[in-house]
């Protein structure tokens, strides 16, 4: 994982547990979705349970549902690879987004235990012109520093997010510059073994810290 990736889904998912402060703006449609699932996640982490070791595995569950219903991850792994995404078998599509889902889950839900107080501003938002996409401007205060944090988000049920913008720079375009050499042989194989291998590192990784506490 590069450095910009760890800060930025860090920060990704501290904003769905930070204290929101509201404009004065009426919020679209995705924003209010958006919204809901920051506080209902933030019920979550406000749980006695979270600081009791055999508990915690439960509520972090529930966070886990209540990101992984606005995350879309099939939309981030799609999009992750890029055009040649059409060139994997529907198998191969099904085993990248199973090993990316679980990449980034394993990395960065153990993160939310560091929330220490940090607040999100929301500064607007900007729509496509059939209004099937949003991309809804925040900022997170990081140990005094603003954070622009932008979230893309597409109508499909519901609205969800399909991409995270951390001081300009995409989680997605990010993602798809590591895979480029790989990608551009055409190894789809290669790939889900890569990342497969990361997720398996980290997962051991995160048991060996918690069976150490």
Same mark, same amino acid.
């Given at each position: 994982?590069?450095?910009?990736?760890?800060?930025?889904?860090?920060?990704?998912?501290?904003?769905?547990?930070?204290?929101?402060?509201?404009?004065?703006?009426?919020?679209?449609?995705?924003?209010?979705?958006?919204?809901?699932?920051?506080?209902?996640?933030?019920?979550?982490?406000?749980?006695?349970?979270?600081?009791?070791?055999?508990?915690?595995?439960?509520?972090?569950?529930?966070?886990?549902?209540?990101?992984?219903?606005?995350?879309?991850?099939?939309?981030?792994?799609?999009?992750?690879?890029?055009? =040649?995404?059409?060139?994997?078998?529907? %198998?191969?599509?099904?085993?990248?987004?199973?090993?990316?889902?679980?990449?980034?889950?394993?990395?960065?839900?153990?993160?939310?235990?560091?929330?220490?107080?940090?607040?999100?501003?929301? =500064?607007?938002?900007?729509?496509?012109?059939?209004?099937?996409?949003?991309?809804?401007?925040?900022?997170?205060?990081?140990?005094?520093?603003?954070?622009?944090?932008?979230?893309?988000?597409?109508?499909?049920?519901?609205?969800?997010?399909?991409?995270?913008?951390?001081?300009?720079?995409?989680?997605?375009? =990010?993602?798809?510059?590591?895979?480029?050499?790989?990608?551009?042989?055409?190894?789809?194989?290669?790939?889900?073994?890569?990342?497969? %291998?990361?997720?398996?590192?980290?997962?051991?990784? =995160?048991?060996?810290?918690?069976?150490?506490?």
């Amino acid at each position: 994982m590069t450095k910009f990736l760890s800060r930025a889904l860090l920060i990704c998912f501290f904003v769905l547990t930070l204290p929101t402060i509201h404009s004065l703006a009426s919020p679209s449609e995705a924003r209010v979705q958006l919204e809901k699932t920051v506080d209902a996640v933030l019920d979550e982490l406000q749980k006695p349970e979270l600081r009791d070791p055999a508990k915690r595995g439960a509520v972090m569950a529930d966070v886990e549902k209540l990101i992984l219903h606005l995350f879309d991850f099939g939309e981030l792994s799609t999009r992750t690879v890029g055009p =040649n995404w059409k060139q994997f078998t529907p %198998d191969q599509k099904q085993r990248f987004t199973d090993a990316f889902t679980t990449l980034l889950r394993e990395t960065y839900l153990e993160k939310l235990y560091g929330y220490s107080g940090e607040t999100v501003t929301y =500064n607007g938002e900007t729509s496509s012109t059939d209004g099937s996409k949003v991309e809804i401007h925040t900022a997170v205060v990081v140990k005094g520093k603003q954070v622009p944090v932008a979230y893309r988000m597409l109508k499909k049920e519901h609205w969800i997010v399909y991409d995270v913008i951390i001081e300009g720079v995409s989680m997605v375009q =990010n993602y798809r510059s590591q895979f480029q050499d790989i990608m551009s042989k055409g190894d789809a194989e290669k790939l889900i073994k890569l990342v497969q %291998d990361r997720a398996e590192s980290v997962r051991a990784h =995160n048991r060996a810290q918690q069976s150490g506490k």
